[in-house]
Nanobody, 117 residues
Framework: QVQLVESGGGLVQPGGSLRLSCAASGSIFSINAWGWYRQAPGNQRELVAGITGTSTTNYADSVKGRFTISRDSAKNTVYLQMNSLKPEDTAVYYC???????????WGQGTQVTVSS
């Protein structure tokens, strides 16, 4: 079994920054690829950023140039650095992990990010 625990959410003003973390525990050999998703009220959950086992990254167009996904394999942790935050980035952010893209069944509980003045 794998547990993913997010942290780092909160309230930030427009233009500010936050760094989300997601730590894996349990059968961590099952985690090789990671993703960050978000879901705003009334919207579907959407992929924000992903990173593969070879550290290839991809981003939603709406966050390119502002967000950066990275991983620390020694700590079994993935990060999402979010800069130049906008009110439309407000959502619950979820960590997702698994063996590879297309086989990522593990989810964290979510962390709220609110961008507001």
């Amino acid at each position: 079994q794998v547990q993913l625990v997010e942290s780092g959410g909160g309230l930030v003003q427009p233009g500010g920054s936050l760094r989300l973390s997601c730590a894996a525990s349990g059968s961590i050999f099952s985690i090789n690829a990671w993703g960050w998703y978000r879901q705003a009220p009334g919207n579907q959950r959407e992929l924000v950023a992903g990173i593969t086992g070879t550290s290839t990254t991809n981003y939603a167009d709406s966050v390119k140039g502002r967000f950066t996904i990275s991983r620390d394999s020694a700590k079994n942790t993935v990060y999402l650095q979010m800069n130049s935050l906008k009110p439309e980035d407000t959502a619950v952010y979820y960590c997702n992990g698994g063996l590879r893209v297309g086989l990522m069944p593990y989810w964290g509980q979510g962390t709220q990010v609110t961008v507001s003045s």
